[in-house]
């Protein structure tokens, strides 16, 4: 598809036959209420005219404000188009006028992962060892495909329906980049979740990806980030030397496997981090070492203290979810995470800088669990 006026005509994939695929698009889909704006982009809901109750998401992006960035746009489109995957959401097709482009992405409506573990009447380690398997599958296979995400966080991992079994979805590919594109060393992702690799201005590859999981791991098992500080300078520094603890009273009673799952992707020697595949195969996930005892009231009430839901959503990079975008307006530059991240200015990221999160509820300290 030519981007961004290259050609003002396209073919059309099913016809083959010149075509303006503005009148393409509505001969297709019926667009209905938006479900948010951002700084270069809408969110309105789609119906299939052929399958009427067929319900998209169409990201709609005016291109004079996107000026300038239409690389990262090409790159996220390309991206998007190769990989196929059932945790991954879909980019199923796109369209092209003189000033817009337009992205029929899969609608997914379940909700973001924090929401609906803080909603659960149970929840145990069984329950975060299933959504991580679910993640590390995806990711492993973006990893065959030669895609490093780079962004990779809770805010990113959708519910793909509200029903109780729903699999967890992969979105928000806008700083993924291809392997073979040449030597990765951009400082990018969001604080927090970002590997020490990065921070160092290192060049790195597939493992900062392995490294947000591990984060996001701890995340699920506690309620509350590894690494937190007001300040990034410290934040920085936390992570740069990997120190973290299983704070008690708070990891009294999470299994000594998911400890050390947890270790092994939050590892600083990237020659010792977990690679994908390795951390499937660990008897935390692959097994039957992940407990069954309930932890949902320690968890939900730490997630509802450090990851405040957010009231501002960004459209950009994102894709809809309708139970919450129909209340939420979005912006490019207000995403939350789990960290405060006042200046200096922390590494770029896609649209999130780490903004300001609920009280931060600690522990006392237990044993120093930073491995090197």
């Not at 980019?91 to 899969?106: A, G, Q, R, S």
């Not at 207000?334 to 600690?362: F, I, L, M, N």
Request: charged share 25%; glycine share 8%; aromatic share 8%.
């Amino acid at each position: 598809m030519p981007l961004f006026g290259k050609d003002k005509k396209s073919k059309s994939k099913n016809g083959g036959k010149d075509t303006n695929e503005k009148n393409l698009l509505e001969e297709k889909y019926h667009l209905k209420e938006m479900l948010g704006t951002g700084a270069f982009s809408e969110v309105r809901l789609a119906e299939s005219k052929e399958k009427p109750g067929q319900l998209f998401a169409v990201k709609i992006i005016d291109k004079k404000a996107l000026k300038g960035k239409e690389d990262s746009l090409e790159n996220e489109i390309m991206i998007l188009r190769k990989l196929k995957h059932s945790n991954i959401v879909q980019l199923l097709e796109t369209f092209e006028d003189k000033n817009k482009v337009y992205l029929i992405m899969e609608l997914v409506t379940g909700g973001e992962l924090f929401d609906r573990i803080v909603e659960k009447g149970s929840y145990t380690e069984k329950d975060a060892a299933h959504l991580i398997r679910q993640v590390l599958e995806a990711v492993d296979y973006m990893h065959q495909q030669g895609v490093v995400h780079r962004d990779l966080k809770p805010e990113n991992l959708l519910y793909y329906s509200p029903d109780k079994d729903s699999k967890i979805m992969i979105s928000d590919f806008g700083l993924s980049k291809m392997e073979d594109g040449g030597i990765m060393a951009t400082a990018c992702g969001t604080p927090g979740y970002v590997a020490p690799e990065v921070l160092a201005q290192k060049p790195y590859g597939k493992a900062i990806d392995v490294w947000s999981i591990g984060v996001i791991s701890y995340i699920l098992l506690c309620g509350y980030p590894p690494f937190y500080d007001e300040n990034d300078v410290n934040l920085f520094a936390q992570i740069l030397k990997g120190e973290f603890e299983f704070d008690s009273p708070y990891w009294d009673e999470i299994s000594d496997s998911a400890k050390d799952f947890i270790m092994n992707l939050i590892c600083v020697n990237v020659e010792k981090r977990y690679s994908c595949k390795q951390a499937l195969a660990h008897p935390w996930i692959s097994g039957n070492e992940a407990s069954s005892k309930n932890i949902h009231g320690t968890v939900s009430e730490q997630l509802k203290k450090n990851f405040a839901k957010s009231k501002w959503r960004q459209a950009y990079h994102a894709t809809a979810v309708i139970r919450q975008m129909q209340r939420m307006a979005l912006s490019s530059g207000g995403s939350q995470g789990g960290q405060k991240s006042p200046s200096p200015q922390p590494p770029a990221s896609g649209g999130s800088s780490g903004a300001t999160s609920g009280e931060q509820s600690r522990g006392s300290s237990a044993s120093s669990s930073g491995r090197q």
